[in-house]
T-cell receptor
């Protein structure tokens, strides 16, 4: 069974440029998460989707970050414009749902460097 | 709000020595508890989890953890460290229907 797939793995951009990250969750997983992981820190939730609905986006900086999950499968996280402080790893994770005791399954992450 | 503390941002042990990584959580209701491992440039991988039942949980790679409600702890142990155990370890908690909350992580170094 394929795991959570993310792309690109690495991205280097100049500040003020846009960037987008893509995530394909495990088949059948209704819940999808985007996390931000700064160097030496634990993941911090940006947004959680239940199917195609964003049920928790309270930590998403909406002035520059946006996300979508079309048809309740793949998801895209966009930053426009990027700032130096956005340099981090963006992790996507999926699970069967928030109502069970299941764990999160993570992708390998997308490492963003903003110059 | 839930919080997770991991005592020691960096732990070093000798190969073959006991590994002990500490995790404490704040919650008025016993949560579900997880330990994840992250190798360099990779995502997080589940080591083990506690949901209900036996408080001593065994995971992959010889790791185990014990849920102690009275101490609000879920420490991770392994009797004998191996070089391949060098990685970042994250404790996470989750209440039913809520989001996961991750600790800051502990970097484990294994010395030859």
């Amino acid at each position: 069974e394929a795991g959570v797939v993310q792309s690109p793995r690495y991205k280097i951009i100049e500040k003020k440029q846009p960037v987008a990250f893509w995530c394909n969750p495990i088949s059948g997983h209704n819940t999808l998460y985007w996390y931000l992981q700064n160097l030496g820190q634990g993941p911090e939730l940006l947004i959680r989707y239940e199917n195609e609905e964003a049920v928790d986006d309270s930590q998403l900086p909406k002035d520059r970050f946006s996300a979508e999950r079309l048809k309740g499968v793949d998801s895209t996280l966009k930053i426009q414009p990027a700032e130096l402080g956005d340099s981090a790893v963006y992790l996507c994770a999926s699970s069967f749902g928030t109502g069970d005791t299941g764990e999160l399954f993570f992708g390998e992450g997308s490492r963003l460097t903003v110059l | 709000a839930q919080s997770v503390t991991q005592l020691g941002s960096h732990v070093s042990v000798s190969e073959g020595a006991l590994v002990l990584l500490r995790c404490n959580y704040s919650s008025s209701v016993p949560p579900y508890l997880f330990w994840y491992v992250q190798y360099p440039n990779q995502g997080l991988q589940l080591l083990l989890k506690y949901t209900t039942g036996a408080t001593l949980v065994k995971g992959i790679n010889g790791f185990e953890a014990e849920f102690k409600k009275s101490e609000t702890s879920f420490h991770l142990t392994k009797p004998s460290a191996h070089m391949s155990d060098a990685a970042e370890y994250f404790c996470a908690v989750r209440n039913y229907g809520q989001n996961f909350v991750f600790g800051p992580g502990t970097r484990l170094s294994v010395l030859p």
